[in-house]
């Protein structure tokens, strides 16, 4: 077996797709599938010997869910990346999916190429999302740094003016685009650092648009 192969588990309780995922992953070039398994608790249970690269998760397990599975298995081999596979398409679970440990989210009426692909880019260091998800990741940072800005109470001007340092512009960029002076521009920001509690660019960007 070449040392380049990845290792490959399933968690999938359906029994019809647990094979079928099975099969197409023991076709694909450079993957060996090690394990396939019906819950969490019996993956639990064996993954020390298996020794996963990669392992394709479930959600809706009985018992421990998928979640919870990749909560406690994570610390037990880092090196092991979760890829979920999950008819759930909710920014909550995406959102626990990843802080549980989870490094990629792909929807279950995936493409096999598509899967597949994903299996090799987690391997690689990639987060694959399918793009529904990844939507639904971007609609949701976007949300919660529009509501951090409604949190700190900032103006329409205020938010505006931050949004435009945000995407580099100058104070006299700003101006021009806002029919204001630079010095209308300066103090709207010394108002901006005042309510967000920050002394520069920088530290304004990275408290309101965290990702940036």
Known sequence: MPASTIRVAIVEDDREIRQLLRSMLERADGLQVVGAYPDADLY????????????????????????????????????????MSTVFESPAYIHQALCAGATGYLVKNADPEEIIAAVHD????????????????????????????????????????????????????????????????????????EKLQVGSRMEAVRKVYPGR
Do not use: W
Not at 73 to 83: D, E, I, N, R, V
């Open 44 to 83: 639990l249970a064996d993954r020390e010997r298996i020794a996963p690269d990669v392992v394709l998760m479930d959600i809706g397990l009985p018992g421990t869910n998928g979640i919870e599975c990749v909560r406690q298995a994570k610390p037990l081999g880092a090196s092991t990346q979760y890829l």
């Open 122 to 193: 987690i391997h690689a260091g990639g987060s694959p999302m399918s793009p529904p998800i990844a939507r639904l990741v971007v609609a949701s940072f976007q949300q919660q740094s529009q509501q951090s800005i409604q949190d700190h109470l900032l103006t329409e001007r205020e938010k505006n003016i931050l949004d435009q340092l945000a995407n580099g512009l100058m104070y006299k960029e700003i101006a021009a685009k806002a029919g204001i002076s630079t010095e209308t521009v300066r103090k709207h920001v010394r108002n901006i650092y």
